[in-house]
């Protein structure tokens, strides 16, 4: 009897050890949360969405959205400065993770990448100098007109697919960014500005003796995502889903109303 309780008691202890080697390999193969820098690429010239700072800082509505995405993720987060107009092969190629800056959802950016949902809406409007409001009431007044847009953005996309409306103006000049586009507007080298309305009128803030966004929408509304490599579903859904969070608890509401002074995310 006595024997018998020894050997009992003996293989509940190998068990006891088996089971403790058993949860440890088990956690051993459990994958390791990922803890990598989620590269952010960006035109550091496009505020408020994302921009340097008079410190020298990037700074903006999305980079602030960006920092809280990946604090709830547990991950660092880099913001990286690109060349805008090859914003799809430095995403393509691995260089950033996301092209999180103002990004209009468009189909035919679709076909190079997959987006998040939409959190904000875009229109392109027109801009001209104090006291011109009356020289563009529609689209069809900046005939005859100099008028400025960035390269790679959607109002750039619109004019040079309309071959009518682009022939219609006197010329159409292209900036790397939109903050010399103003600089000309300012000093006359332009006669009007097509550009996003988030980007104009935060500029026009600046210099509200200067400048003027008129109610004139050019081509269709568009929408703001965050594009991804079409491969990387695993990060599309963690950022989509700490989002969805932001939005619900009223935090993407509060970054919205410190840049444009009331909520007009999606």
Known sequence: MKMRKLLALGLGIVFAIGAVAGCGNQAAEKPAKETKAIVVGLDDNYPP????????????????VAKEAAKRLGRPVEFKAIDWDSKEAELKSGRVDVLWNGLDITEKRKENMM???????????????KGKAATVTKPEDLAGKIVGTQSGGTAEEYIDANDSFKKSMKDVKKYSDYISAFMDLETGRLDAIVCDEITGRYYMSKHPEK???????????????????????????EIQKVLNEMKKDGTMAKISEKWFAKDITK
């Open 49 to 64: 969405m994302g921009f340097k700072n008079e410190n020298n800082e990037i700074d903006g509505f999305d980079i602030d």
């Open 115 to 129: 987006f998040s949902d939409p959190y904000m809406d875009n229109r392109q409007i027109v801009f001209v100098q």
């Open 211 to 237: 400048l003027e966004g008129l109610e004139v929408v050019v081509g269709p509304v568009s929408s703001f995502g965050i594009g991804f490599r079409k491969d990387d579903q695993a990060l599309h859904d």
